[in-house]
């Protein structure tokens, strides 16, 4: 037997038995962002290599050691998109939708990182982000948190995430704070990991990152960075939690959160749930005003988040706030004979043009009635219509109820969308 082929690893197959559980988060979120006015944006899966070096930074993981990135048939360097943020500023300068315009946005997609797969960490995964350009004040940015919220909200999962907010100031603040840090962490450097001394050197905000407990001990102790905010950045934010207490969103102020893409200033934050184990962010995202300009274009103010659809529907199915998918069909038409599939095949089309939201199911293939009850059986049907040659001759049917004890019973066709409205709803 010829070797069978297998996906990449952290790369999953979404099964029909998944598959309708994805389709209502996509249906949800659809209609969040309808509600606040926000347009689709579509960009290609593969960009330039230099589009992701340039905008998440040459030291961050993503760029060292995660991008699936190889050369094309002409020599280009390529990569598949990790994230969504940099494609979008790079379309938005590309056509002109960004200088001098406002503009709200949203894309849904694959992303590719090259990580250690786990429970809620994949290779290819998929993004719902949101990217707002033109918008300098604080108002836009919690206008996106708010978005986020209605999204628990509508799942019914408000209870289970929790918000946490940082500013990471102007680039000249941070400056200032990254020589305090780092003059803070050298002090300590024998209680430093290699992944931290070696961040030390290249990317000393993202020591405060470190899962290591002995180096959050040390950081807990550091200096915090909301003491060197410049004051245009403070009154930013305090305008972002006044806002954020108005409209009643909970959240914690953490200055230690950084986040691991290079081009936030000012606000960041993060949705966490206690209930998926180490993966626990859902939703991330933050404020990046220097992108725009660093990918070329006039400088213009940008803020958005990207949510991260397989945790999303994981968290959804642990706390049994999704439906389970629901049978392929509701009503089976048998086929009892080989001279009645031309009728059987004119009940099904007549009854999907009697009602579209009846779900039917024609048999195919013959085979005798035992046959095919079974397979009206296998894909979860309600109810099987059996079509004989007696049937099709008095332009009848014989409605079977396959749930509950229901009499099997002879309908006309011209009853037939009535009688099957009945059964249905029992
Ligand atoms: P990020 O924090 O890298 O930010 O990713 C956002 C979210 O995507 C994460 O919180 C997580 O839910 C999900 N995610 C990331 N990596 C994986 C993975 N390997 N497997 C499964 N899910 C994952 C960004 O990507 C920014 N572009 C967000 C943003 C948009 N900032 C401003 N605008």
Redesign the pocket.
Known sequence: MAKTIQAIR?MNDCLPTESGKWQQVEAGIRQVVASYGYQEIRTPIVESTDLFKRS?GEVTD?VEK?MYTFADRNGDSLTLR?????S?VRAGNEHGLIYNQQQRLWYMGP?F?H?R?QK????????F???TYGLASADIDAEVILLSARLWKLFGISDHVTLQINSLGSNEARQNYKDALVAYLKQHESQLDEDSLRRLESNPLRVLDSKNPQVQALVSDAPSLLEYLDDDSKAHFALLCELLDNAGVAYEINPRLV???D??NRTVF??VTESLGA?G????????DGLVEQLGGKPAP???????????VLLLDTLEKIEQNQPAADIYVTALGDDTRGYASQVAESLRDSDSQFRVMLHCGGGNLKKQLKRADKVGASVALLIGSEEMAAHQVTLKPLRGNGEQVNVALSELPAALHNVLSV
Do not use: K, S
Not at 82 to 86: H, L, V, Y
């Open positions: 952290g998440i993503i995660e990790p994230e969504g943020t940099a979008a992303m990182r990580e797969p809620g960490r994949y290779r290819q995964f998929h993004q982000g949101v990217e986040r691991g893409l081009y936030y993060e949705w993966q962010t859902v939703c991330a995202g933050g404020r990046y940008g803020v958005g988040f990207a949510l991260g659809m397989e945790r999303l």
